[in-house]
């Protein structure tokens, strides 16, 4: 007998400072993830700098995808990192550059 292999949902997300700073991270539960990360628990940048709000999160084919796609992320300017929050971008708009 085989094993099923269980398919698990992953995101990218990007959370707000109080200061206006960007945070991308990746997680297979939001919810939790941002209680870790109100609780101090989830990075030490947010530790340091503090949660305003999630003000993204886009579903991601697996948690290879997620990762590039945050790797990404991480590496664009400010800019752009808030056409992607207001337009509401998905995985795929972004890793293909409709951001700019």
């Given at each position: ?64 995808e ?14 752009h ?20």
């Open positions: 007998m085989s094993a099923v292999k269980h398919s698990e949902k992953w995101f990218v997300y990007i959370i707000e400072t109080p200061r206006g700073q960007y945070y991308c991270g990746t997680t297979n539960n939001l919810k939790r993830r941002l209680e870790q990360h109100r609780t101090g628990k989830g990075s030490k940048y947010l530790k340091r700098n503090g949660v305003k709000c999630m003000v993204w999160s886009a579903a991601a084919p697996d948690r290879s997620a990762c590039k796609c945050e790797t990404h992320i991480q590496g664009l300017p400010k800019k990192k808030r056409v992607i929050v207001n337009c509401e971008m998905d995985v795929s708009d972004i890793m293909n550059g409709y951001y700019r």
